[in-house]
């Protein structure tokens, strides 16, 4: 089957791609390779030379025709994520570009066997929580008022009282920021439109992806990218809040499987996975992880910065996933080593974290 994975020059992309091949698919790529996360606009070195590869925007309209031409299923891999406040770019990358694939789709006719999109836990906001007296709640965003008073644990919306993060699953959203909110956008258009005009579709809600191939030149940087960078130039591992954040961290070749396996199984057709790791891990421990790879044996850096929209926890639940046959099978040390020994192989490695960081403080979105 020819397959097209925009985004496929990126890091789950890529990965997609591989396995694709693997399976004996042909293979079409749509990427911008836009900078920083590409250099000068080059493809990447470890992008197969079997890949057909074409250059160009999922917002251009003519990108997209040229990319759709003969195949039968779409990858749409292609996002912008990031914490800068340009809101706006969110919906014209996530939403709009998600709309133009299945306009063209509806237009011409394409006979697409199966659209796979890439969706987010960000989509939770907050998720899912208990509270000892009113039972599950789903809290709103943490207020700016909460955060500059360095009270970091998400309130009962009924008592006030604290709660108990619980895992969630797929049937609740509150997306509170853009980056969330262009992502549910993206769902629903794959989702709606896909069943209406008899285009099988599923949209994967990623947990926090971690692994080799994630870029470590845009504002953007988790806490895999940070700490590693910050590790190896011997420089204190950043923590926000206090560290007691719970994340969901999942594999990008378990995050590739799944992705393989909603394509080839029809039960997974027009419905939303969550994709995780399966276990819960507290940032600071994440970060004791980092140091242990690396064997790098930096402080600790706890100093009550906080990114403002960030979660405060949330793990995913991964029950409807594991009834297709999926399990999670990479850790985190697995996806920390990997992604050392691919950072180090970059000939432009260094530490971007601090000038990252300084950025975002000019700009609100880290604060103190």
């Known amino acids: 089957m020819r397959v097209l994975v925009t ?7 890529s990965h997609t791609v591989e396995l694709l091949l693997k ?27 079997e890949v057909e590869f074409i250059q160009g925007d999922v917002r251009d309209r003519s990108a997209w ?43 011409r006719k394409l006979p697409l066997r199966k659209i796979v999109v890439a969706a987010s836990q960000a989509v939770y906001g907050e998720g899912k929580y208990a509270c000892d ?19 970091w644990e998400p309130k009962c919306p009924v008592c ?26 993206q769902e629903l258009i794959a989702l709606n439109l896909g069943q209406r005009y008899g285009l099988p579709s599923v949209a994967m809600r990623y947990s926090i992806t971690q692994g080799a191939r994630q870029s470590f030149r845009n504002a953007y940087s988790g806490a895999l990218r940070i700490f590693v960078m910050q590790a190896l130039a011997g420089r204190p591992l950043t923590i926000y809040e206090d560290g007691g954040q719970l994340r969901d961290y ?19 057709n027009y419905q939303t996975f969550n994709v995780g790791g399966g276990k819960a891990y507290a940032v600071l421990d994440f970060a004791k992880i980092v140091r242990e790879v690396t064997g ?45 020994e691919w950072a180090q192989s970059q000939p432009d490695f260094r530490n971007y974290a601090d000038e990252a960081r300084e950025y975002m403080q000019a700009v609100g979105t880290v604060r103190a």
């Open 7 to 13: 985004g496929g020059a990126g890091f789950i992309g």
């Open 23 to 49: 399976k004996g698919h042909a293979v079409r790529v749509l990427d911008a390779l836009v900078p920083p996360v590409h250099l000068a606009g080059r493809v990447p070195e470890y992008l197969p030379q």
């Open 65 to 107: 025709e040229k990319a759709l031409a003969g195949v039968e299923a779409v990858f749409h891999l292609a996002a912008y994520q990031d914490y800068l406040p340009d809101f706006s770019k969110f919906f014209h990358v996530n939403a709009v570009g998600t709309a133009l694939l299945y306009e063209i789709a509806v237009e």
């Open 133 to 151: 007296h009113h039972g599950v709640q789903y809290p709103g965003l943490r207020t700016a008022e909460q955060l500059a008073a360095k009270d």
């Open 160 to 185: 006030g009282m604290p709660m108990k993060p619980e895992v969630t699953d797929e049937p609740v959203v509150r997306p509170h920021n853009s980056y969330a909110m262009s992502k549910y956008s």
């Open 250 to 268: 999942v594999y990008v070749g378990d995050v590739a499987r799944a992705n393989l396996l909603v394509f080839e199984d029809d039960r997974a």
């Open 296 to 340: 790098r044996n930096v402080p600790l850096a706890v100093g009550g910065e906080y990114r403002f929209g960030d979660t405060r926890h949330i793990v995913s639940d991964i029950s409807k996933l594991r009834a297709l046959g999926w399990e999670p099978q990479g850790s985190p040390a697995q996806s920390v080593a990997e992604y050392v």
